[in-house]
């Protein structure tokens, strides 16, 4: 499957619900390594539990809303290895003190100056264009972000993505 979505003010269209969908998925059946890839982050909200849709998941006190570093701390806590490479920029620095805080060994950052690329990929699929993980790339920007379920490619770029970042290179 494949999607593709031009997000943005204009178009009406948002990365909401593809984001949260396939955060809750990795957050059921974790894959052995997640990617988070953007040259600006920031603690976006990316599940809406407002209405209790999803208690279930979350067990005796679910929360209302889940933020990016919630899901990727519950998706390293459950022994994915969590891979996250951003720009050494103050902008980034609160989502990354949050994530870098627990101190968990399977949660990895890497800073690189020269990061542009912006993906999240799990083992089975893969979210990638020109959205950064911030409210501006999710709400307001004009944006391309394409989901892929199933297929090569979410493999390869986990390929790619480790040997470019894993090592600290």
Request: charged share 25%; proline share 4%.
């Amino acid at each position: 499957m494949i999607r593709t979505l031009r997000t943005g003010a204009k178009t009406g269209l948002s990365v909401d619900s593809i984001l949260s969908a396939a955060l809750m998925a990795e957050m059921i059946s974790p894959s052995r390594e997640l990617w988070l890839v953007s040259p600006w982050i920031t603690d976006v909200r990316v599940i809406d539990n407002r209405h209790g849709s999803f208690d279930a998941l979350f067990g005796d006190v679910p929360p209302s809303s889940w933020r990016l570093s919630d899901a990727l701390l519950w998706i390293a806590g459950a022994g994915s290895h969590v891979y996250v490479v951003t720009r050494p920029d103050s902008h980034n620095e609160a989502f990354l003190r949050r994530i870098e805080g627990a101190e968990l060994d399977t949660l990895l950052v890497r800073r690189d100056p020269d990061v542009h690329e912006k993906t999240l990929c799990g083992q089975e699929w893969l979210l990638t264009g020109s959205m950064n993980y911030t409210v501006r790339g999710m709400a307001k920007n004009d944006e391309s972000v394409t989901y892929k379920v199933g297929g090569p490619d979410a493999g390869q770029a986990r390929l790619d993505l480790a040997r470019r970042w894993r090592s600290g290179s």
